[in-house]
């Protein structure tokens, strides 16, 4: 599981997040949830500058290191998103 989602309390689903993806792009924002398709977690951050978007990492284990790669497949993002979505529907307004 990811160490994301090990620092979540019970309690408080959502917080600020801030790391370094693969590509060296610092990243800024807040956590909204991990997505598991086909056996791949995708973390789902919104960025701090956005206006309604969000970004979806695959998080990667290396040698006991979390990456968080930004994916950049369109299948795979409209996949993982529209799971996020199903699964959050009661939490946010996706209109």
Avoid: H, W
Avoid at 6 to 32: A, C, I
Avoid at 38 to 47: F, H, M, R, S
Avoid at 66 to 86: N, S, T
């Amino acid at each position: 599981m990811s160490r994301l989602l090990d620092q979540l309390n019970d309690d408080e689903l959502d917080f600020s997040v801030s790391f370094t993806d693969t590509d060296g792009v610092k990243v800024n924002g807040e956590f909204l949830d991990i997505v598991c398709r086909d056996g791949v977690e995708y973390a789902v951050i919104a960025p701090d500058d956005a206006d309604g978007y969000v970004d979806i990492f695959r998080i990667q284990l290396l040698n006991g290191d979390e990456l968080y790669i930004r994916e950049k497949d369109g299948k795979i993002l409209d996949e993982v998103f529209e799971i996020f979505r199903m699964k959050n529907e009661d939490e946010f307004d996706f209109d």
